[in-house]
């Protein structure tokens, strides 16, 4: 979101309940986010479990974690089910959508988002989000896959970079934790950010992480 925008939304909402979101962003810190999906369409799909996890002073904090399994608006299918190893039983006993997202907001304020094929995920939340607030998520975002393609094209100018998520993975030395689940993605993808901004070697802070 461009400044002139922000300026905009905090002059007409500056005072309202979400005013938090559009404050100026802490330095140094991001939010690592995920989504488990029914699908691929956002326009049709729907949210199964959304996770966080903050990332600040080289490492990633994952006792301050968010985590919420959603319960969805229609059933699944078994090829939904084999991505994201959730079952409708499962699926059933987590809670609606829009009070999760509510709790999401307020929990994330207006740290930067860290994210791989964030944009997917941000289109999953943007009709909860507007919903909510009035208006679109204003948060900073950073894409893991175009940061890691900008630093490939650097060591390898003109060649074409895997952009895979096990890939960057891999050649960032991060283990994958519990892929296809919103806190392994979320974590591993933070993990990633760590490593790829070069500082010491990226480290949890908190419970233990998800298993490989």
């Not at 991001?30 to 691929?40: A, C, I, N, Q, R």
């Not at 229609?74 to 987590?94: L, V, Y």
């Not at 070697?201 to 419970?207: D, I, R, V």
Request: with cysteine.
């Amino acid at each position: 979101m461009d400044p002139l925008h922000r300026w905009w939304l905090r002059r007409r909402h500056g005072d309202g309940p979400w005013a938090g979101l559009l404050q100026r962003p802490p330095d140094d810190e991001w939010v690592s986010l995920d989504l488990e999906t029914t699908g691929l369409d956002h326009a049709r799909d729907h949210i199964l479990s959304l996770a966080a996890v903050p990332v600040r002073d080289g490492r990633v904090w994952l006792s301050e974690r968010f985590e919420r399994r959603i319960r969805p608006d229609r059933d699944f299918d078994i090829e939904s089910i084999r991505h994201h190893r959730i079952t409708p039983g499962e699926a059933g006993t987590g809670m609606s959508v829009t009070p999760a997202v509510r709790e999401l907001l307020q929990w994330l304020g207006s740290r930067r988002l860290l994210g791989y094929h964030l944009r997917f995920d941000l289109a999953m939340l943007a009709p909860h989000v507007r919903a909510l607030t009035g208006f679109p998520l204003p948060n900073p975002r950073v894409e893991l896959a175009d940061a890691f393609a900008t630093r490939a094209l650097r060591a390898h100018p003109g060649a074409p970079a895997d952009l895979a998520f096990r890939t960057i993975a891999d050649a960032l030395g991060v283990p994958v934790l519990a892929r296809h689940s919103a806190l392994g993605d979320a974590t591993t993808v933070a993990l990633c950010w760590l490593a790829l901004r070069g500082g010491r070697a990226p480290s949890l802070h908190g419970s233990r992480p998800p298993p490989r």
